[in-house]
């Protein structure tokens, strides 16, 4: 069964904001054999609802919803819930199953410290 | 020359949000010798020029702030410098660099794609 993975972002006016999200999809798609889609939470496209169709048309059977977020506030907590659940309702056959924020994983703390302590 | 470290993020009404900087604050505290401050942009204390006061009287001479953001969008590109610019400058005698933010981190971005792609 073809596993997708939405990889959910906070948006911004400024297009740069865009990039590490963008690096990262194509650093997991080289480590993730299914289909990932980027989306953002506002101020710039996909949204959710679209990465899930998208993901949908591409096959997946199972979507992972990855909040790239480093904490768990309002936007992980209430705003995802609620956009996931209106866009996963117009895919009743797709299981749609949201994640704890990226933050909350010790490998990734743990790689911003060294990356820190590394700088100058 | 004492060199400290701000870990400048997000804050948020939720007390949950501050947990993962927290840690990271700590993992950071065991790699690297100097004073590291937590500071939030917003909604939750304590703000950037009380972390800079508080690596001053720490004895920091020279202080790294390092925006724990994944991208660069207005807080990170307008609101640090028009707020480090404040702070530094009640210290004229504390040299104080801004950092971009650790999302542009080669390595932070491999870690987060690794910790998904070994996720159910």
């Known amino acids: 069964m073809t596993q997708g993975i939405v990889l959910f972002a906070h948006g911004s006016r400024d297009a740069q904001w865009a990039q590490p999200f963008e690096q990262l999809a194509l650093s997991l798609s080289r ?24 993901l949908a048309r591409r096959g997946a059977r ?13 936007h992980v907590g ?11 309702g117009k895919h009743p056959t797709i299981r749609v199953e949201l994640e704890p924020p990226i933050g909350e994983q010790p490998t990734v703390i743990e790689a911003i410290a060294r990356a820190i302590a590394a700088g100058r």
């Open 78 to 88: 209430e705003d995802l819930p609620r956009l996931a659940a209106q866009a996963a």
């Open 31 to 54: 480590r993730f054999s299914g289909p990932v889609e980027l989306a953002f939470l506002d101020l710039m496209p996909p949204t959710l609802e679209q990465a899930i169709d998208a």
């Open 62 to 74: 199972s979507i992972r919803v990855v909040p790239v977020f480093l904490g768990k506030g309002g």
